[in-house]
């Protein structure tokens, strides 16, 4: 899809890597709803995107809730009159030690990093359906190709993003709707700097060095850019660069 003229919605964008998807879509030419529960971050990615020469609004919307991403896709047609690009970025890390976790955190994990996933999906597919079509791109992570011991459950919600993207590689035919993930390893945003100096150092020694968020946002521009890619799942590494993960054979 040439990205120059669409509309891209794009939740988490008031931060990391969802930041910088909102402006690499926009130095292509797309005008961006940037949805977030940030309303500071949110404002100012959209004063960047007007920076890079494009359009945008602020749409606050938590991502658990429903009613909420209905808003969030309804502010796409409302200001800018199309719905064709939605980016499920948003995304929260695992905080707690699972076996120790008394306040069942894991499931405020899952919820935000894969049942809203599914929800946006599932309503992003019906607006788009009737519109003739179009990408949706989900933030998954190395850590659902990977096990993540000390994040379980945010490994286990970001492998169900990967499959859940997998298995709905055929509306490109039946909708002309292309639904991709992206897989970055550790990158450089607020999300795991809270880790603190020390971690960050370990984890990047362990992986090979820390991903920029604007490296990331490109590979989400490739999935939208490649009419070929349904089902893909882009990783993002820093020793493998940007490759896909190999198509898994049935049975
Ligand atoms: N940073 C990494 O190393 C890394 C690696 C792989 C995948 N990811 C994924 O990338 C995505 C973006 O993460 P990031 O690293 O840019 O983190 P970040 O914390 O910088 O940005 C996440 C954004 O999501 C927003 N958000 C959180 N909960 C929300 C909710 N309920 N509703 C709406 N917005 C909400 C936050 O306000 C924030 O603006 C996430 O899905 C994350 O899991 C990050």
Redesign the pocket.
Known sequence: MEIAGRTAVV????????RAICLALARKGARIVV????EA?GHETVRLVGEAGSQAVFQR????RSEDLVAMLEAALSHFGSLDIVCN?????ERQDLFEDETREFERVVA??LT?VIDATRLAVRAMRTRGGGVIIN?????GLLPMPNNPVYAAA?AGVVNFTRSLAHLAETWNIRVNAI?????D????RQAGEERMREVAQLVGGILQ?EFVAEGVVELVEDDSRAGAIMRVTVRGGRDFAKELRPY
């Open positions: 939740s988490g964008g008031a931060s990391g890597i969802g949805a977030d529960i940030d971050g919307c938590d991502v658990t970025n948003a995304g929260i890390g935000v990093d809203a933030t998954a992570s190395m850590g970001k897989c970055p390893s550790f990158t945003t607020p999300l795991v968020p």
